[in-house]
């Protein structure tokens, strides 16, 4: 009768002497912690690092940011370098030169080259989703800076004026004129 497969790794004395350890590690090692976040600071994404086999469960790395200071801060990091990993690899993708496709005439021939239009694009998404991502992990870095400027007529600065006025000085027409242009200015907002 032929052997299982389980029954040829227990029946070795070597391999049967060896606690086997089952499922994904969760322990917290510093090596292991090195290789996760080595793996992110590359470019990966804690989802795509977690899916390795050699790797803990997602849950675990998270449980492990929360209690682990010096691990968080590790892995703070690593985000911080996978963000500059996307951007240069936005402009290798960038730089390359793009696929082209012939151009031919009525017998065949080729007679100019033209770029691959779905080629393009999918470049053109590739740069996009990267920069768009390291925006988000380091937007000091590689956000867009946004700036709000206020300013007067031509640029100018604005001038602020303040008006003192004694209301009851005025006469009943100018009180009423005043009353009014100030209700029609509350109604417009």
């Known amino acids: 009768m032929p052997r299982k497969k389980k029954d040829l ?14 499922g994904r ?32 469960d997602i ?20 985000c911080v370098d996978r963000g500059n990993h996307l951007a240069e690899e936005a402009l290798e993708i960038a730089d390359q030169t793009p696929e082209t496709e012939p151009v031919r005439d009525k017998e065949g021939n080729i007679i100019d080259m033209r ?3 779905a080629y393009v694009s999918w470049q053109k998404n590739r740069v996009d989703a990267r920069r768009w991502y ?23 600065a604005i001038k602020v004026e303040t008006v003192a006025l004694d209301v009851a000085s005025l006469s009943p027409e100018s009180r009423a004129a005043l009353r009014a242009a100030l209700v029609e200015a509350k109604s417009k907002g």
Not at 9 to 22: F, L
């Open 59 to 78: 849950t675990t790395i998270i449980r492990w940011t929360r209690e682990n200071k010096e691990f968080c801060q590790q892995y703070d990091r690593a």
């Open 115 to 117: 770029l691959h239009s």
């Open 25 to 56: 590690p969760s322990k917290y090692t510093g090596k292991l912690a090195d290789e996760i976040c080595t793996r992110i600071a590359l470019g990966n994404s804690l989802r795509k690092v977690c899916r390795a086999d050699d790797m803990p």
């Open 9 to 22: 790794v227990t029946d070795s004395p070597e391999i049967a002497a060896e606690p086997r350890s089952v």
């Open 134 to 156: 390291a925006s988000k992990l380091s937007p000091k870095r590689f956000g867009d800076k946004v700036q709000t400027e206020v300013s007067g007529v031509d640029g100018s």
